[in-house]
């Protein structure tokens, strides 16, 4: 019994390890599955205070390889540029922002909770990926990423559906309905899922009868009739 629970504990070492040579800060990680280009890790080593704890008070913003403000003020310098590959690139890096610390979370679900470290970090990323999107749009609008990879036709809309800001909820939704005409990677599923999380946000009733909190039975039959009309509209049953 002792052996088995040596070589489990000498296992997730080594595992631990080949992760934190990966994070490194001046590592590179692909990102896209039709892209062959490398994103910058923009992102400290994410496992840094796991193994010292009593750092944490002393690191600051210099520690990282990129400031939030850094990484606004480039991204939509790049997205002004005008050029589709530099568009693509900074919407695969805005993907990476969203994912790189919640991938890193279910790791370690007894040390960070809601208010760990991980999570303060993917929170600080949103803010940044939304301000980002909102200059995005400003300036060209709703990109069309029909021809770009995965993770770029992915990335706006996995930074509005973890956004719990109403402000930048109430700016992206006149954007959603072009939005999804577009972007054929986003199912009417995705879209649906979507909208109803930022009438949630925002207080209103749900459009499509999506998420875990509908009941159909909170809602009178005109208005689930309503429902199943918008539903049929987009494609779904």
Known sequence: MLFKSTIVMVSRLIFFVLIIGIQNCDDK??????????LPDTSY???YELWNPSSLS???DDDHCDSTEEIVTQA????????????E?????????????RDSIHLFPAYERVGGQFWKKAREYDKANQRIVLAMFEKIGWPDTRKMSEAAAMSIWMTIIHSQNTNFNKNVLPYLELAFRRDTIITAQVYATTIDRIYDVLGKKTLYGTGIYFKEQDYSKSYIDTIRMRKSAIGLN
């Open 29 to 38: 990680k692909p990102m896209g599955a039709k892209s062959d280009r490398i």
């Open 45 to 47: 080593n994410p496992f």
């Open 58 to 60: 002393e690191r600051n």
């Open 76 to 87: 939509v310098q790049n997205i002004s540029s005008g050029t589709v590959s530099m568009l």
């Open 89 to 101: 690139l900074e919407l695969e890096k805005l993907l990476y922002r969203d994912q790189v610390y």
